[in-house]
Structures are given as structure tokens and as C-alpha cells.
């Protein structure tokens, strides 16, 4: 031990002084944690031996061969090509959006930003098609569109079933087998988790000519992928404990109003004397039943605060006030999850719990690389949320909780990925570092009404209380940007870039396509039905020609791709795809006449990538104020075509891309008025001297060192400022 400890970390690379942190940090704080398999979630997890005996040999590994690395790395770097910069920082604001920020900086709230725009450039950056996070991130990770990294939506279908399946991610479990050669014997499941995203992500090329990368939060990064050179935080898509995207719990003295859900575990608790003891509800065990962590509220009436315990863990918090992160043991196996007091009036009690995190310093399955890195992180900065989509909106959505609970929750999130930024930002002292923090989008998605003293989600809600909300986000990720500068420095060797994936607008009108698709006779419901539940219960799809499911596209239901379909591919398939596109772009609503559809794009037409073929083949391009309806996007066929948005889910971005394009600021000049998502991948790797592959579709915004291929051909999404 005293031999290991005298090792000078100093003298180590990165990923050396990353393992052995973690490695000690292990040995000082282990805590058990078995096999866990959850439903149909494929969670998993080593026990706590197996993981520090792991941690340590790889640490152990990674000291004693570093010597021969370094060597190998330095005889690399002679060979390879010159960077033109020391280090490149990619800022992402997801959602933040060219019109608001112009708007924001001339009335002088963003003065940073001002200032960057002075010294390099800012302008629109176009954004992907379909104008979606989990479509433009990728698009922004590999240089390709959707129809080569294969992500098209948050949802797709599984074509023999029809059913919904994530459409970046495979997470399942699967038999697992003793082979004895004789025979095979069964004895569990094993997890199986993959991502369905194509192509590669740009960093894996920059680790391959030994350029670091620090990879924090970008959307559609989990499973994690292992690459050279660098860590990973994985973002969007990763799950709760329970497998899911993210479900809370909602505990309340109050009994629940007959035939009402609210998307997420709601209980009725009883207070006696000054406790209430209830449950928090996680996986499913062994016996297929949900787990079970009990958990203690002790109220003090006369200071008017609350003690939780949970576990190990206590807490005292007052009246809509957080707890910190607690750990919650389920037996063998553990996740985090933070407690809101969001109602105490009498004997009224109210409490919101957080989704139940998996546990980045007891993670049950892979959320980062190295597998260690999260540990790492939360050894060094306190536990921090994992889910991908961390901000609840479905609970303020659902009205659980309020706007000023969902705020809170969005800021203590926002606080721990500065911490993370900070960290890579110091640690990378040469290299890519790439931070993406989600606030930006969630709160214009839940605050645009504000915006829109006419807005149908305003009826019954506050609209002044909050109404500031927007434009003061926008001023505080101005000082990010201000203190991401300081930190920097004058290093003239270090690009900073601040980019968005999109940009956004409003969402008044629902659209329901598939009601739309029956009422012209292209979906049939059985038996004469004339509304359907959700994912398509009553459909009738051995007379359906098409149909709609999550926020993009239109699928046909093709022969020989769908599991029932009955449209031939060729003239039939052409004939009907253009036959629908002419009639939605005609579609109007009832209400004022006003045109729905600026465009529907073809997609064998608009992308010629190897994945279109199973993309949706109409891409609905929606003007400004309209979106598939909440309906719509779970496959249900409903009354009415039109509907009025009344959630507080109030602002949207999935309309044609070319009316929310995303931003660029950057410290540098760069070759062309017109950036585009597209051209972040080979930029970057331009920048740092490296071949831009031909594959990829975006050029340099520096100007190639090397040369690159066209633009392949794409729905026309240039836009002025």
C-alpha cells in the first residue's frame, strides 16, 4: 500500500490520475452492491468486491504500462499532423435560440455574449431535420444527417409489432446460459444494452491521433461508448432505476380524485401524531415483485420543518425546500433521489420525489467512460442527477408540482453541471472538452406561455409571478459564458465556441395525424371504432396505409417492412407519399384558416443516407405554433384533429428547421455567413489537425486544411438572423 501510495500522480497521464483517485476513493468508501437485473430494463451491476477488485487492477494496469503509452503516444504525435489550436471548448445550450438572444443582448441583459459576437461571431446555426434534440445532437457528435447516424426521433416503432421502442437505445435483458458442451443451463438474465446511433462520434477520431476529449451530458451518448483518450458523462436516454425515462412519486394526504392518474406513483399517506411512514417503490426483485425502501417523515409543527430518513440518510428541510440527494437502498442495490415538501397546511401533506437516479457513485450499470468516471465526479463533487432527461417536466406538466418547485429543481441540476465543466475545464489542459447543459431547453419548453399573454396553457395558471423566468435564464447563461472566459483566460491557443442544437417557438395548436390519417380513409380503426387508446390498440393495420407515432414523421405501412403492412414499395409507395404531402401542406385550421404545414419532406428525397429506408417517410415540417398533438405522438386516434396545448409543456422546436435554427457564437472569424450543425464534427477536427473523413456531410467553419466532401443534398435550411 505504501509503495502504490508513493507514486507521484503528477508524473501520470489523465486516465491514470482519473482511475487512481477513484480507485482510493473506493477502497475508503465501498458500499455493497450486488446483481440487479430490472424490468426489462437490463440494469445491472457487479458486487462491490468485483467492482474495487476491478477498479484496482485497472488502476494498477494503467500505472505500470503508462511508461510504454507515453512512449507510444510521443512517437504518434511526432507523426501527426500540426494542430492549428491548444484546446477547443464546445459550450452547448441546448434549445437557446438566435431571436431571444438578440432580443435579450440588445436590451443589454447579455452583455458576454455581446462581447463575444465583437470579437468573433455570432449568427444562426442551422440546425437538423427533423429539428429535434436527439437528431441534432447526433448530427452535431458524428458531421452526418439522420439518415447516416440513424436517429430520427426520441420514439420509433418496432416494425413487427408496431409497438414504441427509443429509438437511439436497445436496453433489454436476455437469457443467459451455463454452455457445459453437452447442454446449456439457464440460470438468470443477463442485461443487454446497445446504442442504436450509427456512424461514430467525432471524439473517437481525435482519441485515435491522441487528442484528449472530456464528453460531459451530450444528448444520445449512453450506452456509453468506449473510445482512447478521454472520459464520457452520458446524457439523454439514460434511465431511471426503475427503467424508465423517468418516473416520480407523489405522496399525499389527500385521497386521489377517481379515475385520475398523473404519469408517474402516486400514494395516500396518514400522519400519526408527528410521522408519516410510508415506502418508496423501486424494481422489480427476484420474485418479479417492485422493491420497497421505507422511509420516515418526522414533523415539527412549530418550526415548521420536516426530518427524512431514508437508509442511512437524514435530512430536515422546510416547506418547499429539497433535500439533498439521499441514497435509497433497495436490499442489495441503490439509486438517489431528492424529497420536496411541496404542501403543509394543517393536516394537509404533501411530498414530490425525484425519479430515482441511478447512483453515479454506485452506478448499477455503465453511465460513463471509463466506467469509473462518474464515480469519480461524485467522489469529487457530491452525487449529481444521471437521468437524461433530469428536469421533471412531466411532474410540472401533470401539475404535481409548480413552476417554482420545477425552478428549483432545474438550478440545482444547472449548479452541478458547472461543477463538471469547471473540472473538465481544468483537468483538459490541451484537448476537447464539450459541456451541454440542458436548463436552457427546459425551461423555455415549460415558460414559453409567458411569452404569450394569449396562450391556452395560461387558462387556471399563474402569468406574472414567473414571467421573467425566460429573459433572466438567458442573463444567467451570459455569466456562464463570463466565467467560462475568465477561467480561460487571454489563451490565444483556445477556441471557444457557444452553439445550440435548435432554437424554439411557440405551441398553441395540437395536431392529431393519425385522426387526421383516418378521417381521409388512410388509417382504419376495427370494427368500426372511432377513437383508439394509446400505441395503436383499435388499429385495424391490415387496411391501414399510414399512421404517426412520437414528434417527426409519418410512417407507410409498408409491405415487407411492417409486420402487417400492405403498400408495395415503388409507384404505389411514391404515388401515396406524394398524394399526402400534397394534402397536409393544404391543411388548415378550422379555427382561423391559418395553414398548419409549411412543408412535408420526403425523405428518400431529402436524405440518402443507408438508414432512410426505415425512417418515417413523410418529415412534417409545421409552421410556428404547431406541433403533433400529445395524443399524436403515443399513437392514439382521438375526436378531434385540433386541440388546444393547455400543459405548461408550453414552447416547442419540432416545426420545420428552418424557423428554429440554434446559435453560434465563437471567439474566431470563421469562412461563412451560413454554419450549420453539420459542420461542428469536421471543425473540430480540422482544428486540431486531423483528416476530415470524406463520409461526413459539413465542411471546416475555419477553412479545410484538407480537403472535404459536398453537402449531401437536404431540406433547404438556411436562415437569416
Known sequence: MKRFLSIDPRSLGRAARITLLVALGAWLSARPAHAYIGPGAGIAAAGSVLVLAGTFLLAVGIVLTWPLKAAVRYVAKRGATKPKVKRVIVLGLDGFDPGLAKKYMDEGRMPNFVQLAKEGVFSPLDTACPSISPVAWSTFATGVDASRHNIYDFLTRDPCSYFPILSSTDIRTVPRTLNLGFAQVPFGQKPVYRSLQKSQPFWKLLGQRYVWSSIIRVPITFPPQPFKNGTLLSGMCVPDL???????????????????????????????????????????????????????????????????????????????????????????????????????????????????????????????????????????????????????????????????AFLKQAWLIYEERKKHLWDAIEKTKSGFVTVVFDTSDRICHMFYRYLDPTHPANAGKDTTKHANVIPEMYAKMDELVGEVRAKLGNDPDTVLMVISDHGFCNFRRGVNLNTWLKENGYLVLKDGAETSPDWFAKVDWTKT?????????????????????????????????????????????????????????????????????????????????????????????????????????????????????????????????????????????????????????????????????????????????
Open 242 to 404: 426503475l427503467g424508465t425515462q423517468g418516473t416520480f412519486s407523489f405522496y399525499s394526504t389527500k385521497a386521489r380524485v377517481a379515475g385520475t392518474r398523473i404519469g408517474g406513483q402516486q400514494y395516500q399517506i396518514r400522519r400519526k401524531g408527528n410521522v408519516i411512514e410510508s415506502n418508496l417503490t423501486g424494481p422489480r426483485g427476484g420474485d418479479g415483485h417492485p422493491l420497497k425502501c421505507p422511509f420516515t417523515i418526522e414533523l415539527d409543527d412549530a418550526r415548521k420543518r420536516v426530518t427524512i430518513k431514508v437508509g442511512k440518510d437524514v435530512a430536515t428541510v422546510g416547506v418547499r425546500e429539497y433535500t439533498p440527494w439521499m441514497v435509497i437502498p433497495f436490499g442489495k442495490i441503490q439509486g438517489i433521489a431528492r424529497l420536496y415538501v411541496q404542501t403543509w397546511e394543517g393536516e394537509d401533506f404533501e411530498l414530490y420525489v425525484t425519479p430515482i437516479n441511478i447512483d453515479p457513485d454506485a452506478p448499477v450499470m455503465p453511465i460513463s467512460h471509463p466506467f469509473v468516471y462518474s464515480i469519480y465526479l461524485a467522489k469529487l463533487h457530491g452525487r449529481f442527477a444521471t437521468l437524461g432527461l433530469a428536469e421533471d417536466t412531466w411532474a410540472l406538466n401533470e401539475r404535481v408540482v409548480d413552476e417554482e
Open 545 to 721: 396505409k399510414a399512421f404517426t407515432l412520437g414528434l417527426t414523421g409519418v410512417f407507410i405501412n409498408r409491405k415487407g417492412r411492417e409486420g402487417k403492412g400492405i403498400v408495395e414499395k415503388g409507384p404505389e409507395l411514391d404515388k401515396l407519399c406524394h398524394e399526402l404531402k400534397e394534402k397536409l401542406e393544404a391543411l388548415r385550421d378550422p379555427i382561423d384558416g391559418q395553414p398548419v404545414i409549411k412543408e412535408v419532406f420526403l425523405t428518400r428525397e431529402a436524405h440518402k443516407g443507408p438508414y432512410a429506408d426505415m425512417a418515417p417517410e413523410l418529415l412534417i415540417g409545421y409552421h410556428r405554433g404547431f406541433r403533433h398533438s400529445w395524443e399524436c405522438a403515443t399513437g392514439s386516434v382521438t375526436k378531434e384533429t385540433f386541440t388546444d396545448n393547455t400543459r405548461s409543456w408550453s414552447g416547442d422546436h419540432c416545426v420545420d428547421p428552418r424557423l428554429v435554427p440554434g446559435v453560434f457564437w465563437c471567439n474566431r472569424k470563421i469562412d461563412t455567413k451560413q454554419p450549420a450543425l453539420i459542420d461542428m464534427a469536421p471543425t473540430v477536427l480540422d482544428l486540431f489537425g486531423i483528416e476530415v473523413p470524406s463520409y461526413m456531410q459539413g465542411k471546416p467553419l475555419f477553412g479545410a486544411t484538407t480537403p472535404t466532401k459536398p453537402s449531401a443534398s437536404a431540406p433547404s435550411q438556411k436562415v437569416s438572423a
